[in-house]
T-cell receptor
Framework: SQQGEEDPQALSIQEGENATMNCSYK?????LQWYRQNSGRGLVHLIL?????REKHSGRLRVTLDTSKKSSSLLITASRAADTASYFC?????????????FGQGTILTVHP | GAVVSQHPSRVICKSGTSVKIECRSL??????MFWYRQFPKQSLMLMAT?????????EQGVEKDKFLINHASLTLSTLTVTSAHPEDSSFYIC??????????FGPGTRLTVT
């Protein structure tokens, strides 16, 4: 499967600042998901946005989806040092392939206290 | 939420030996499970789709004879890395979809081949 692109690959900010990560994908999707991974650990599901949605919020997270540009963004507002982690987008084609995800390359976020 | 477990969480083996990793959905049934591999500082790459009652479907470039997958029941899939070599050292993660919009990932297995 072809992976999507994420940018930036690494992002370093100060606590309290906002962090924006972008993701592009290559095929039609049913939904797009964002995950967080702390170093050497498993994945934590953050948010899912369906192909017919344009924006979704969850706490300090805001996700947008532009299916015409095949891109999505994740915004973390008022960042905290505990937000330091790798963030991945994952595209799902749905249909008979539901559950099968194509991951982006990821963004390593470092939030300095 | 639902829970998916993996066992072992960490394994060190010698080159040439085989290692079995188990993935279990603890509170739901999964006719399909997925196996991913993640090299250090890289993203997750899908290796194969595990299908209960039929053969696994492997992604291009993944050797089916090296990575044996058995979906023994509706709650258990196993990945066996046969004749492991140092280049097989990686983080292996499984996932199981509960619905068309919900899937749950196991905590991962760190394999180190010496």
């Amino acid at each position: 499967s072809q992976q999507g692109e994420e940018d930036p690959q690494a992002l370093s900010i100060q606590e309290g600042e906002n962090a924006t990560m972008n993701c592009s994908y290559k095929t039609s999707i049913n939904n797009l998901q964002w995950y967080r991974q702390n170093s050497g650990r498993g994945l934590v599901h953050l948010i899912l946005i369906r192909s017919n949605e344009r924006e979704k919020h969850s706490g300090r997270l805001r996700v947008t989806l532009d299916t015409s540009k095949k891109s999505s963004s994740l915004l973390i507002t008022a960042s905290r040092a505990a937000d330091t982690a790798s963030y991945f987008c994952a595209a799902s084609a749905g249909g008979t392939s539901y559950g099968k995800l194509t991951f982006g390359q990821g963004t390593i976020l470092t939030v300095h206290p | 939420g639902a829970v998916v477990s993996q066992h072992p969480s960490r394994v060190i083996c010698k080159s040439g030996t085989s290692v079995k990793i188990e993935c279990r959905s603890l509170d739901f049934q999964a006719t399909t499970m997925f196996w991913y591999r993640q090299f250090p500082k890289q993203s997750l790459m899908l290796m194969a789709t595990s299908n209960e009652g039929s053969k696994a479907t492997y992604e291009q470039g993944v050797e089916k004879d090296k990575f044996l997958i058995n979906h023994a029941s509706l709650t258990l899939s196993t990945l066996t890395v046969t004749s492991a070599h140092p280049e097989d050292s990686s983080f292996y993660i499984c996932s199981a979809p509960k619905t068309s919009y919900e899937q749950y990932f196991g905590p991962g297995t760190r394999l180190t081949v010496t």
